[in-house]
């Protein structure tokens, strides 16, 4: 059996299963709470350096650039340097990427500093999946969605301690700098948890990740998802306070509602994969999703496009644990290049699904761009059978 860091390693005991358990869900925890802080300071950046949709667009789409290009060679990065080190080194660029993008003030510095976010994240992502995945295969039974609930908490945590602040006048740049510090501490005493080996493939591992056959359509529908997740990320705040005119602490409730379902349905979604066929699950993603963007894009109560943010969040809560573990499995793929594979595919929806968003608010409204969020939503459904009868 192939794993990202702990392979060929001894049998584990229950206290070692948990002790290496707890360390995943924390740093699951803290990808989700810089992505919920940098979501819900997307209106402070836009202000800060003074932008329109098309170029905050832009700014996203470099962060997406830098996602992807990383993605094409992490899984070679987690087989070669192990998880651990991989962890520590892109959570330490992703979070000082965070903390800095207030504080510059030229235009390039902005982008550069996208690039090195989008980089950091991806890396750290793929890592601690290989290392989730490694996990729910030693103790044969389903967990990814239960981890990847951690990561919409820290989702949730992160846009609602963004409103907390914003509440209390701190200052924007202060919130992304002090979150970044405390994130950092939790990332670096949670990182010595994991495995440090490399992958025990007999193959060396390919440097770059290009994603074939099944992992390519895996991809394809994962980033039909992402592109509503990320959305949701980069948008949803912004939605909020521009479009139905209210304050920046309400707007980062946008985010905070999403994430806070989508953790709900995580943390029952090992039950809900136990239950249903993949397909089923995948329609009724698509359904939830498509219901819940239309109820936030036809109201100007901003309680009710709370409610409809909530039903996109649990819609998709488990589509990607569900495509990441199929991933993992793939026959004669280390479970590090199968996510990397899938990933690098599935977050040309989550990275470059926002700039497009943005660059349709550009022509018309961002109401009416983020109807292609529930259209998305309804592909996703639809290609389902296709995709996983191939995988079966």
Known sequence: MQASSCAAAPALGAASLSAWRRAIRVLFFVLGMAMGVWGAQVPAVK???GLDEQTLSLALLAGAGGAVLCLLTAGALVARFGARRCVQAAGTLMLASLALVLQAQPLGALFALMLLLGAGSALFDVAINAEGSALEQRARRKLMSGLHAMFSLGGMAGALLCF??????????FQLAGSAAAMAIALWASAAGLGSQRTDSEEAPAPIAWPRGILLWMGVLTALCMVAEGSMY???????RQELATDAATGALGFAAFSAAMA???????????????VALMRGSGVLATAGMALALTTAAPAVALLGFMLVGLGLAN?????????????GVSPAHGVAAVSSVGYLGFMVGP???GALARWSSLTAALWAVALFAVLMGVAARAV?????
């Open 47 to 49: 202000a800060h350096y």
């Open 164 to 173: 907390l602040l914003h509440r209390g006048s701190v200052a924007p740049q």
């Open 264 to 278: 709900i349905g995580r943390l029952f979604g090992d039950r809900v994969r136990e239950r249903f066929t993949p």
């Open 388 to 392: 996983l009868g191939r995988s079966g």
């Open 234 to 240: 980069d948008w949803s705040a912004l939605f909020i």
């Open 319 to 331: 589509v990607v644990p569900v495509m990441f573990a199929a991933a993992a499995q793939v026959p």
């Open 355 to 357: 700039p497009l968003i």
